[in-house]
T-cell receptor
């Protein structure tokens, strides 16, 4: 069974540029999460989807971040414009029952 | 406010000995706890979990203990192997499908 797939693995951009990350969850997993992990810290939730509905986006900086999960399968997370402080690893996870979450390898973003 | 704390940033253990990783939490509403292992450049991998109605869960070489009164859990690895060298994250959640709150991780090194 394929795991959570994320792309790209690495992204380097200049500040004020836009960037997008893509996630394909494990087949059949209705719940999808986006986390951000800063260096030396644990992941922190940005947004949670149940199918195509965003049910928890309280930690998403909505002035520059947006996300979508069309058709309740894969998802994209966008930052526009990026700031230096957005440099981090962006992790996508999915869950079949809302308990154990399975993570992708992440996208490492560097904003210069 | 760090609701999940891993106070030991690193731990070194000899191969074959027991590794004990500790985690403390402050939120009494947490009812499900998980341990994840993370290798460099990979996403967190689920290791073992425990519900708040239990005080112990065992899976092969890995055992998690939960002390609710002390708001403390620990992960025991016996015997430790070089392949166990990784960063271990403790995580907690409240209810089904909610976000995971992570600790800052403990880097375990298993030496020969």
């Amino acid at each position: 069974e394929a795991g959570v797939v994320q792309s790209p693995r690495y992204k380097i951009i200049e500040k004020k540029q836009p960037v997008a990350f893509w996630c394909n969850p494990i087949s059949g997993h209705n719940t999808l999460y986006w986390y951000r992990q800063n260096l030396g810290q644990g992941p922190e939730l940005l947004i949670r989807y149940e199918n195509e509905e965003a049910v928890d986006d309280s930690q998403l900086p909505k002035d520059r971040f947006s996300a979508e999960r069309l058709k309740g399968v894969d998802s994209t997370l966008k930052i526009q414009p990026a700031e230096l402080g957005d440099s981090a690893v962006y992790l996508c996870a999915s869950s079949p029952r809302g308990d154990i979450q399975y993570f992708g390898a992440g996208t490492r973003l560097s904003v210069l | 406010d760090q609701q999940v704390k891993q106070n030991s940033p690193s731990l070194s253990v000899q191969e074959g000995r027991i590794s004990i990783l500790n985690c403390d939490y402050t939120n009494s509403m947490f009812d499900y706890f998980l341990w994840y292992k993370k290798y460099p450049a990979e996403g967190p991998t689920f290791l073992i979990s425990i519900s708040s109605i239990k005080d112990k869960n065992e899976d092969g070489r890995f055992t998690v203990f939960l002390n609710k009164s002390a708001k403390h859990l620990s992960l025991h690895i016996v015997p430790s192997q070089p392949g166990d060298s990784a960063v271990y994250f403790c995580a907690a959640m409240t209810g089904t499908a909610s976000k995971l709150t992570f600790g800052t991780g403990t880097r375990l090194q298993v030496t020969l």
